[in-house]
C-alpha cells in the first residue's frame, strides 16, 4: 500500500522556521515527481513547489522564493521542504503530492497534509 506521510508542522512566529518531510512507502521513490501544494483557511489549492524525478530540477510560486527549498533523498524515500522567514500568510495545509507519468499509465498519490500556522 502506498503511502506518503507529512511531518513537521506546527506553530510559528513571523520571521521562524520550519521544515517539513514526507516520507514515501510503497513506491518507487526516486522515479516519481514531488510536489509541495497548500490549502490556507476557505481558499483553494495552490502549488507552492515541485522537484523532479531525474534532474532534481526545481521549481517555486513567486511568494515563496528566496525563502523555501525543496529537496530531496532518494535514499531516505523523504521530500523536505525548509521554510524560512515565515509569514502569515503562508499559514496553510501542506501537503505533499508525487505524479509518475510513463505516457500509458499514470500513478498520482496525495499525503494526508501537516498544519503550518504562523502568527504575527
Known amino acids: 500500500q502506498v503511502q506518503l506521510v507529512e511531518s513537521g508542522g506546527g506553530l510559528v512566529q513571523r520571521g521562524g522556521s520550519l521544515r517539513l518531510s514526507c516520507a514515501g512507502f510503497g513506491l518507487t521513490f526516486a522515479a516519481y515527481k514531488m510536489y509541495w501544494v497548500r490549502q490556507a483557511p476557505g481558499k483553494g489549492l495552490e502549488c507552492v513547489s515541485v522537484?523532479?524525478?531525474?534532474?532534481?530540477?526545481?521549481w517555486y510560486t513567486d511568494s515563496v522564493k528566496g525563502r523555501f527549498t525543496i529537496s530531496r533523498d532518494n535514499t531516505k524515500n523523504t521530500m523536505y521542504l525548509q521554510m524560512n522567514n515565515l509569514k502569515p500568510e503562508d499559514t496553510a495545509e501542506y501537503y505533499c503530492y508525487c505524479v509518475r507519468d510513463e505516457g500509458v499509465i499514470y500513478w498520482s498519490y496525495w499525503g494526508q497534509g501537516t498544519q503550518v500556522t504562523v502568527y504575527s
Open positions: 522537484i523532479n524525478d531525474g534532474s532534481g530540477s526545481t
